[in-house]
């Protein structure tokens, strides 16, 4: 089991798979090789905005209702070459290190091979694996496959690991993301002239405003969730101009507010609030959001995860996941190898202790669940 899971991970490693990127080439060999293990394959494909190929991948063995899915993703975020060999994974003192080694390609090979070893012809439930593109970019594949899998329109699993690294200790619950945009656009001159309008004088009277509306974010007890460290949502504020000149007004001037939606906050209203100051200067606005994960943590597929790894109860992550689209139609654990410390990095790694613990924890799982 040790040689299979890291041989895969390390194979899975080799394939350059970043976001800017297609990840045709990456889904041919997971296809490969779930074909090769007597799974059904479905192959969901699109562009993405710069009309790069996107492949996502829904597999199944075994029949019936209901089920357990593993759900992960081939992206990755960029290599960072110039300072290590990110597509070149190696091993060095019980680690395996490069690009996706912890998010989430050692995590992927880990369920893959926990599927592989289980003797399809004793299942009472099917068992899935989906892998998705462009997680790293905002769940774009997750979202297409919920919209477009002809597998899950006539079934989903009941419950679904998303091996997200978590030390191996189950998640119940995630943070999630908004991002409202807002544009003032004025006009460029220089400033000899005094003819031109500033963008940055236009938006200035709307960013006043966003300043009194963190103070009140971090102050003000219903926009906390205390079951999160920190319970606060990390209201926070970017300003772009172009690098205007100093002699010159601003044409244009971009304000990207983000903050963490949690259960049961007051996400809703906060947008609203934004949209509408926004609204009242005439500036423009657009938003997007990744929703927060939760589950209650004495859920059936919470519960079979910490029996999985012998951990008495789970915790919640300021990070999100996939999960948060997930959600809606079936039940989700984050549960993976690695360090959520360690994703993205340079010398990114995952131990090889995990990968393997991670292992023997998903098949514990689909014995529980599925046979």
């Known amino acids: 089991m040790r040689n299979e899971v890291i041989e895969l991970a390390q194979e899975l490693i080799a394939i350059q798979s970043e976001s800017s990127l297609s990840n045709a080439t990456i889904s041919d060999f997971l296809q490969n090789w779930l074909e090769k293990h007597e799974f059904a394959v479905e192959r969901i494909c699109y562009a993405d905005p710069n009309g790069v190929e996107k492949v996502n991948l829904i597999a199944k063995v075994g029949e019936g209702p209901g089920g357990l899915g593993f759900f992960s993703h081939s992206d990755t975020v960029p290599g960072?070459?110039?300072h290590w060999q990110p597509f070149s994974p190696r091993v060095e003192e019980g680690k395996l290190y490069g690009r996706g080694s912890c998010d989430m390609k050692g995590p992927l090979a880990a369920s893959m091979i926990a599927v592989k070893s289980i003797d399809s012809s004793k299942l009472r439930r099917p068992l899935y694996i989906a892998i998705a593109a462009d997680e790293e970019v905002g769940h774009v594949g997750a979202h297409f496959i919920q919209r477009a899998s002809a597998t899950f329109k006539e079934n989903w699993p009941t419950w679904t690991v998303i091996p997200e690294p978590t030390e191996m200790v189950p998640v119940y619950a995630h943070k999630g993301g908004a991002l409202i945009t807002v544009t003032a656009t004025g006009r460029a001159a220089h400033t000899s002239l005094d003819t031109g309008i500033s963008a940055n004088f236009l938006i200035a009277p709307f960013l006043a405003e966003?300043?009194?509306?963190?103070?009140?974010?971090?102050?003000?007890?219903?926009?906390?969730?205390r079951e999160f460290d920190p319970p606060t949502n990390g209201f926070n504020l970017t300003i772009n101009d172009g690098g205007c000149a100093t002699n010159v007004t601003a044409a244009k001037c971009v304000a990207n507010i983000n903050f963490r939606l949690m259960p049961n906050d007051l996400h809703e209203e906060l947008i609203g609030q934004i949209e509408a100051t926004a609204t009242r200067y005439n500036l423009a606005v657009t938003h997007r959001k990744l929703m927060p994960f939760f589950l209650p943590k004495d859920s059936q597929i919470v519960q079979a995860a910490c029996r999985a790894v012998n951990v008495a109860a789970p915790i919640n992550v300021p990070f999100c996941t996939e999960a948060e689209g997930y959600q809606k139609y079936t039940q989700c654990v984050i549960?993976?190898?690695?360090?959520?410390?360690q994703a993205h990095t340079v010398n990114e790694y995952v131990k090889i202790d995990q990968l393997e613990l991670a292992v023997v924890a998903f098949q514990r799982m689909i014995v529980e669940l599925c046979l």
């Not at 300043?211 to 971090?218: D, F, G, I, N, S």
């Not at 549960?335 to 410390?341: A, D, E, K, L, R």
């Open 80 to 82: 960072n070459g110039e």
């Open 210 to 225: 966003m300043a009194e509306l963190a103070k009140k974010m971090k102050s003000e007890e219903r926009y906390k969730n």
């Open 335 to 341: 549960f993976g190898p690695g360090s959520v410390g």
